[in-house]
Nanobody, 120 residues
Framework: VQLQASGGGLVEAGGSLRLSCAVSGSVRSINDMGWYRQAPGKQRELVATITSGGSQNYADSVKGRFSISRDNAKNTVYLQMNSLKPEDTAVYYC???????????????WGQGTQVTVSS
């Protein structure tokens, strides 16, 4: 199982970016998917999560600016980031709870991370 994140980059404050994370491999089902971020010198923190049914949860710091969505047919999760601020600068990681074919339990998997830099 692999998670491939893409879409990061350098953007000015107030700008937008859209992150994508595609899951590939021997996947029977995917439960929750989400995005986390880690800024230099800080711990990794939750940004947003989405259940298989579409229920969303956001960190207070991104509510009203970020939107998480998923395409279950493509095993892909997205993060639309609007009104970006310099404090949003971090490496963004996708995460998914995946049950592999032949497995009983779901396990959490991480993508490789994509850098988002917001200039002031």
């Amino acid at each position: 199982v692999q998670l491939q994140a893409s879409g990061g980059g350098l953007v000015e404050a107030g700008g937008s970016l859209r992150l994508s994370c595609a899951v590939s491999g021997s996947v029977r089902s995917i439960n929750d998917m989400g995005w986390y971020r880690q800024a230099p010198g800080k711990q990794r923190e939750l940004v947003a999560t989405i259940t298989s049914g579409g229920s969303q949860n956001y960190a207070d710091s991104v509510k009203g600016r970020f939107s998480i969505s998923r395409d279950n047919a493509k095993n892909t999760v997205y993060l639309q980031m609007n009104s970006l601020k310099p404090e949003d600068t971090a490496v963004y990681y996708c995460n998914a709870e995946i049950t592999r074919w032949g497995a009983i339990w779901a396990h959490g998997y991480w993508g490789q991370g994509t850098q988002v830099t917001v200039s002031s």
